[in-house]
């Protein structure tokens, strides 16, 4: 599967538990970004990353999230602390290198749903 | 704050007949892309248009792009079931590496 990769599919916390997605770029994509969907709503921009460097965090919350994506492995997004408002899908998406056309190829998304 | 709005929000059809969804914006984007979406997937890039007045067609669906690059369309000709989905436009800005999604509009084509 060529495709951007995403684990795992379907995620339980309780509250005030840790919550840790990963996903992993197509290949040869060297760019990834991070999208959140509430239930009945659009898609909202969270985090934009190449590798080792965070590039645009302007859609993340300020406290409890964190994303990596490190030289060696998949990247990584991190809820600490989880709250009933953090259950959603979180899709992550990846695209070649910065391009004009912002075209972005996404996962099939992690369902977080917090108890 | 730029803004898609997508409209209609729900559309049901029956099979054969022909639908268009908009997709507008007060502001210009550089790119504009529409996804579909199936329930418990991640949205599937349909295409990308990038020039105003831009028409594409992929098989029974055709894409346009405004002339002012803030607004675009979708029309599906003789719909069929498995169009069914969520459709999502979303606008990329030149200075910005984000995209800008759309409202959705929700497709339910009956047999």
């Known amino acids: 599967n060529a495709g951007v990769m995403q684990n795992p599919r379907h995620l339980v916390r309780r509250r005030g538990q840790e919550a840790r997605l990963r996903c992993s770029p197509m290949?040869?994509?060297?760019?990834v970004y991070w999208y959140r969907q509430l239930p009945e709503e659009g898609l909202k921009f969270m985090v934009y990353l190449q590798k080792e460097n965070i590039i645009d965090e302007s859609g993340m919350p300020k406290e409890r999230f964190s994303a990596e994506f490190p030289k060696e492995g998949p990247s990584i997004l991190r809820i600490q602390q989880v709250v009933r408002g953090d259950s959603a899908a979180y899709f992550c998406?990846?695209?070649?290198?910065?391009?004009?056309?912002?075209?972005?190829?996404f996962g099939p998304g992690t369902r977080l749903t917090v108890l | 704050t730029q803004l898609l709005e997508q409209s209609p929000q729900f559309l049901s059809i029956q099979e054969g007949e022909n639908l268009t969804v908009y997709c507008n914006s007060s502001s210009v984007f550089s790119s504009l892309q529409w996804y579909r979406q199936e329930p418990g997937e991640g949205p599937v890039l349909l295409v990308t248009?990038?020039?105003?007045?831009e028409v594409k067609k992929l098989k029974r669906l055709t894409f346009q792009f405004g002339d002012a690059r803030k607004d675009s369309s979708l029309h599906i000709t003789a719909a069929q079931p498995g169009d069914t989905g969520l459709y999502l436009c979303?606008?990329?800005?030149?200075?910005?590496?984000?995209?800008?999604f759309g409202t959705g509009t929700r497709l339910q084509v009956f047999p």
């Open positions: 248009v990038v020039t105003g007045g």
């Open positions: 998406a990846s695209s070649p290198k910065r391009e004009v056309y912002n075209e972005q190829f």
């Open positions: 290949k040869g994509h060297s760019h």
């Open positions: 979303a606008g990329g800005a030149r200075n910005t590496d984000k995209l800008i």
